[in-house]
C-alpha cells in the first residue's frame, strides 16, 4: 500500500505569545482529498497552528511542507500564491459591495477598468460548478449568513486555493445552512481539494471529517486519528484531558417567591418588526425556566426589555419593583444580572483591562465608586479575587479582554454578573462557542446560582442544555411564549416541532409560567 | 507526486512583517512618540534642505529662539498657555471619541464672554482685579462651555455629527467676534475693542519687576499657572473619578457602557461642556493675560494646534502640558523663520508622524529576509 499524498506538512512548529507556549512541537499532517478536523477547546493553540500555516504569524521554529515544498510564508498572500487559503470565523467581506467585487477585491487583476459582468459572469460558473450558490451581483449585506461564508470559500477558491482551512465554520450557521455547508465540503474534497475543519463540536466533527488531531494546552494528543469508529466521549476525554461528567448534580431546590413577572410585554425589533408579541412569564426564586426557541424570534429583545435596554408596553417587574422602560442602571440595582450573547460587541470593552472589565456594573457603589472617584485599590483587589475565584486563565488583572479566549471571557462576564449578587440573571446563549470544560463550568455556576435562590431565564438554542438544567422549559416562536411544562416531562421531538412552528403556539395557552 | 510551484513574484530582499501585538508593552507609547518626532524631524530637515535652507542652522535657530534664554522662554509659556488649554479640552472628548475639533470657535467665544464682563459696562470704573479676573474666567468657560454645549446636545438628542457641527460653530463664533469689535465694541472705528482696564490683566511676572528686578520683561502670567492646574485636575478626573472612567468605557465600546448602565447621552453633554470651558479659558486667559483687548484674528489657530497637541500627547493631560510648550516654541519661532510656513509645515509633519507611528503600537514589525 502507498502512502496517501500529503497537501500539508507541518513538523515541530512551535510558537510563542507572552506568558504562553501557543504551540509546543506540534506535529500535523493533511492528506490529499481529506476532511481533518483540528479539535480542541478554546486556547488550545489550533487556531494558532492554523494562523501560522495561512501566513498571519510567523513560526519561532518548525517547517511546513504544501505538497512537499519546504514553503515559508510572511502573509497570507504567500500562502494564496501556493494554493493555500483560509475562512475566518469572522468574515472579511465588505458589505455595501457586491459578491464579485468582494472575491475580486485585492487581486492584481482586474487592474484599472472593472468589467463587472465579465468578472460576474466568471464569478458564476465558478459558484455553479462547485455548488456554492449565490448571486454575483447581490450586494453583500443582501446575503445570510451562510450566503456569506459561501462567498468567503469562492474567494478562496477563486484564488486558486486547493487547501482549505476552515476556522469554526458552524458556529455563526443555522442547523441547516450546516447541512449545506457539509455538502459543499465533500463536494470539494470529492474534486481533490483538502480542508481542515477546526472546530470543538463534537457530532461535526464525527459527521463530517475522515481524521481527527486533538490538541490540548498547545500540544498534539491524538495525532490524526480516523474518525471512523470513534465516539463523542473519546474525543472529548482527548479534548479535555478527563472523563467529561454529560450529567449534572441537580439537586432539588423548593421554588420560593415570584422574582420576574412579565404581564403583557410587546416591543418591536430594530428593524421595526413586532418581536414580542404579548408576553407573560413568571420565575421564582431558586428556579431555572429555560427558553428553548431558533435565533431570531425574540429571545434578544424578551432580554434587552428586561434589562432595560430595549423599550416596550406592558409590566416588567423584579421583586415587586416596575423595571419597564426604565433605565438600565436601575435594572441593575434592583439586582437584575445580564450574561448577553453578545460577549464581545455588549458584555465587555475588548480594549480596556480586565479590571475595568469586571467592575463595570459595581463601580457606581461602595466600596469601589467613592463619592465621585473611584478607588483603584479596592477595584483592584477585588478583580484579582474574581480573577482567581473564576479561574480567568490571563497573565494579569491589567491584561486586555480582547485577548482573552471565549470561555475565559465568558467566565470574567459571570464572575462580574455573579457577584453583583443579583436575583435575577437573564442568561442568553451562555455556552454558545465555549468548549467542553468551559460549558461544564458555566453550568455548575448556574446550577450553584439556582441553589443559593436566584432566579434565572435560561435563554438558549441547545435543547440537551435546556433540559439538563431547567426546572421548566418553555418555547419561544415569532415572538409569542408557550406555556411551560416541568423540564422532566418534556419530549425533544415536541419541542423541537414548536420551536420550528411546525405546531403553532396557541396564544390563549401562551399564559404564565407557573410553578 | 506533487503540484506543481505556483511562480512567485519577484521580490526585494528585505520585507516587512507586521504582527499583532498581543500586549503594548509599558512606556512602548513614549518611546514611539519621541521617535516619530525625531523622524518628523530628519523629514522636515529634508524638506527645509530641498528649498536651499540649512536645516541644522534652522533647528538651532529654533531652539535659540524659543528656548535660549529666560526671556524667549517666558515667551514660549505664553504661547503654550493656551495650547495647554486647548489640548486638554481636545484630550477629554477625544479619549471618549467624541470629535470636537471645534476648540478654535470655543476659545473665541470664551474670549468674548470674558470680554463682556468689562465691555458691557456692568462693572463701575475702579473695581479691584479680585472681583474682575474670577467673573472674566468664569464667563469664558460659560461660554466656551455653552458653544460646545449646543454641538454635544444636537449629538446627544439628535445623533448630529459632532465634528460637522464643533467645525462649523468656529466659523460662526469668529463672525460673533467680528460683529462685537466692528460695531458695538469698536475702540472709534477700528476693528478692536477699547484696551481693558489694568485691574482686567491677569498678573504677569513683568508687573513684579519693582520688587523683583529679574522679572522685568518677562510675560508670562498666571493664566499658564492655572493650565498647569487644570491639567492636574484633569488628570484627576480622566483617571480617577467615576465619570472618567465611563468616559473610557464608552470611548472603547459604547454598547458595553450602555449595558453597564451609563446614560450615554447625558456623558456626551457633559464632556462637551468640560472640553467647550477648557477651550474658552484658553480664550478667557489669552484675552486678560496677553492681548488686553478683544480684537479680530487673535488666535493664530490656538484651537486646531490643541487638535495636534492632544493627539501629540496621546490624550494624556500631562503630556499635554510637554507637548503644548513644544508647539509653543515652534510658534514664537515661527516669527523669525522664513518662509513662514516652514514652522507649520514642521507641525504637520509631526502629527502625521505621531499617528502614523501607532502602527508601532498595534504591531510588531519586523524587517525579515522572505
Redesign the interface.
Known amino acids: 500500500m502507498t502512502e496517501p499524498t500529503l497537501a500539508v506538512e507541518m513538523r515541530g512548529i512551535v510558537k510563542r505569545f507572552p506568558g504562553v507556549v501557543a504551540n509546543d512541537q506540534v506535529d500535523f499532517d493533511l492528506r490529499v482529498g481529506e476532511v481533518h478536523a483540528l479539535l480542541g477547546e478554546n486556547g488550545a493553540g489550533k487556531s494558532t497552528l492554523m494562523n501560522i500555516l495561512a501566513g498571519l504569524y510567523g513560526a519561532d521554529a518548525g517547517t511546513t511542507r504544501v505538497h512537499s515544498e519546504v514553503v515559508e510564508f510572511h502573509s497570507p498572500r504567500d500562502a494564496i500564491e501556493v494554493g493555500l487559503g483560509m475562512v475566518h470565523q469572522h468574515f472579511t467581506l465588505v458589505d455595501p459591495l457586491t459578491v464579485t467585487e468582494n472575491i475580486l477585491l485585492g487581486l492584481d487583476e482586474p487592474r484599472f477598468w472593472l468589467d463587472t459582468p465579465r468578472y460576474e459572469a466568471k464569478v458564476g460558473a465558478l459558484a455553479e460548478e462547485t455548488g456554492l450558490a449565490v448571486d454575483p451581483a447581490a450586494k453583500v449585506w443582501q446575503l445570510s449568513v451562510g450566503e456569506q461564508q459561501r462567498v468567503e470559500i469562492l474567494k478562496m477558491l477563486y484564488r486558486g486555493a486547493n487547501i482549505l482551512i476552515m476556522d469554526e465554520p458552524t458556529a455563526v450557521l443555522a442547523p441547516q445552512e450546516i447541512d449545506e455547508l457539509f455538502e459543499t465540503l465533500r463536494g470539494m474534497t470529492a474534486g481533490g481539494a483538502s480542508i481542515v475543519f477546526i472546530s470543538h463540536k463534537l457530532d461535526e466533527v464525527l459527521k463530517i471529517a475522515d481524521r481527527v488531531t486533538v490538541m490540548r494546552r498547545g500540544v498534539v494528543t491524538a495525532a490524526g486519528v480516523p474518525a471512523a469508529g470513534k465516539t463523542k466521549r473519546d474525543l472529548a476525554q482527548l479534548m479535555v484531558g478527563r472523563e467529561v461528567l454529560e450529567t449534572v448534580d441537580k439537586a432539588e431546590v423548593a421554588p420560593g417567591s415570584i422574582v420576574l413577572e412579565m404581564t403583557g410585554v410587546e416591543a418591536i425589533s430594530d428593524r421595526g418588526i413586532t418581536a414580542l408579541a404579548g408576553i407573560d412569564l413568571r420565575i421564582r426564586s431558586g428556579q431555572i425556566i429555560g427558553l428553548a426557541g431558533v435565533a431570531g424570534n425574540g429571545q434578544s429583545e424578551l432580554a434587552e426589555v428586561i434589562t432595560g435596554l430595549r423599550e416596550c408596553t406592558g409590566s416588567i417587574t423584579v421583586n415587586g419593583q416596575e423595571l419597564a422602560n426604565r433605565p438600565v442602571s436601575e435594572a441593575i440595582d434592583a439586582g437584575v444580572a445580564h450574561v448577553p450573547e453578545d460577549r464581545t460587541g455588549t458584555g465587555s470593552a475588548p480594549n480596556l483591562s480586565l479590571t475595568d472589565n469586571l467592575i463595570m456594573k459595581s463601580y457606581r457603589s461602595e466600596p469601589i465608586g467613592h463619592g465621585w472617584t473611584i478607588d483603584s485599590s479596592v477595584a483592584r483587589g477585588q478583580a484579582q479575587g474574581l480573577k482567581d475565584a473564576y479561574e480567568v486563565a490571563a497573565p494579569s488583572i491589567d491584561t486586555e479582554a480582547r485577548l482573552l479566549s471565549g470561555g475565559n471571557l465568558q467566565r470574567l462576564i459571570l464572575a462580574r454578573e455573579i457577584s453583583s449578587e443579583p436575583g435575577l440573571m437573564v442568561a442568553v446563549q451562555p455556552t454558545r462557542g465555549l468548549d467542553v470544560g468551559a460549558i461544564e463550568t458555566v453550568h455548575k455556576l448556574l446550577l450553584k446560582q439556582r441553589a443559593a435562590g436566584m432566579a434565572v431565564l435560561l435563554i438558549s438554542e441547545d435543547l440537551d442544555e435546556i433540559l439538563m438544567l431547567s426546572d421548566r422549559v418553555a418555547v419561544i416562536y415569532e415572538g409569542h411564549i408557550s406555556a411551560s411544562i416541568p423540564a422532566a416531562e418534556a419530549d425533544v421531538g415536541d419541542l423541537g416541532l414548536m420551536m420550528t412552528g411546525s405546531v403553532t403556539i396557541d396564544p390563549s395557552a401562551a399564559g404564565s409560567i407557573r410553578p | 507526486?506533487?503540484?506543481p510551484?505556483?511562480p512567485?513574484?519577484r521580490r526585494f530582499p528585505l520585507?516587512i512583517?507586521a504582527?499583532r501585538r498581543?500586549?503594548t508593552p509599558r512606556g512602548l507609547g513614549v518611546v514611539t512618540t519621541i521617535g516619530a518626532v525625531v523622524v518628523a524631524l530628519f523629514i522636515s530637515a529634508a524638506l527645509i534642505w530641498l528649498i536651499g535652507g540649512d536645516p541644522v542652522n534652522a533647528y538651532a535657530h529654533i531652539v535659540r529662539s524659543s528656548l535660549g534664554s529666560v526671556g524667549v522662554l517666558s515667551d514660549t509659556l505664553v504661547k503654550a498657555t493656551p495650547l495647554i488649554f486647548t489640548g486638554l479640552a481636545c484630550s477629554v472628548a477625544f479619549r471618549m471619541r467624541l470629535w470636537n475639533i471645534g476648540a478654535e470657535g470655543q476659545l473665541m467665544m470664551g474670549a468674548w464672554g470674558a470680554s463682556a464682563i468689562v465691555l458691557a459696562g456692568w462693572l463701575p470704573e475702579g473695581t479691584p482685579g479680585f472681583v474682575y479676573l474670577p467673573l472674566m474666567m468664569v464667563a469664558g468657560v460659560a461660554a466656551g462651555a455653552l458653544w460646545a454645549g449646543i454641538a454635544g446636545w444636537l449629538k446627544a438628542r439628535l445623533n448630529v455629527n459632532e465634528i460637522i457641527t464643533t467645525l462649523m460653530m468656529v466659523y460662526i463664533a469668529i463672525k460673533w467676534v467680528q460683529f462685537w469689535v466692528f460695531g458695538p465694541w469698536s475702540d472709534g472705528g477700528f476693528q478692536m475693542s477699547p484696551r481693558f482696564p489694568r485691574e482686567a490683566w491677569l498678573p504677569r511676572l513683568t508687573d513684579y519687576s519693582s520688587s523683583v528686578p529679574d522679572f522685568g520683561g518677562l510675560t508670562v502670567h498666571l493664566g499658564f499657572i492655572l493650565a498647569i492646574i487644570a491639567a492636574g485636575l484633569v488628570w484627576v478626573f480622566l483617571n480617577?473619578?467615576?465619570?472618567?472612567?465611563e468616559i473610557?468605557?464608552i470611548g472603547?465600546?459604547p454598547?458595553?457602557?450602555?449595558?453597564?448602565?451609563?446614560?450615554i447621552g447625558r456623558t456626551i453633554i457633559l464632556v462637551m461642556l468640560i472640553s467647550g470651558a477648557l477651550a474658552g479659558l484658553a480664550g478667557a486667559t489669552e484675552i486678560s493675560g496677553v492681548v488686553h483687548r478683544l480684537q479680530d484674528n487673535f488666535s493664530p489657530g490656538y484651537g486646531f494646534t490643541g487638535i495636534i497637541v492632544a493627539f501629540l500627547a496621546r490624550f494624556n493631560p500631562l503630556g499635554v502640558v510637554v507637548a503644548a510648550i513644544a508647539f509653543g516654541a515652534l510658534i514664537l519661532a515661527g516669527r523669525e523663520i522664513q518662509p513662514a510656513g516652514i514652522p507649520a509645515m514642521i507641525q504637520g509633519i509631526i502629527l502625521f508622524c505621531v499617528i502614523a507611528s501607532d502602527v508601532f503600537l498595534r504591531y510588531r514589525v519586523r524587517l525579515?529576509r522572505?
Not at chain 2, 480617577?240 to 472612567?245: E, L, M, Q, V
Not at chain 2, 454598547?255 to 446614560?263: L, V
Open positions: 507526486m506533487s503540484a510551484a505556483a512567485r513574484r520585507a512583517h504582527e498581543l500586549e480617577r473619578s467615576r465619570k472618567g472612567y473610557r468605557l472603547d465600546n454598547r458595553a457602557a450602555r449595558y453597564a448602565g451609563i446614560d525579515v522572505p
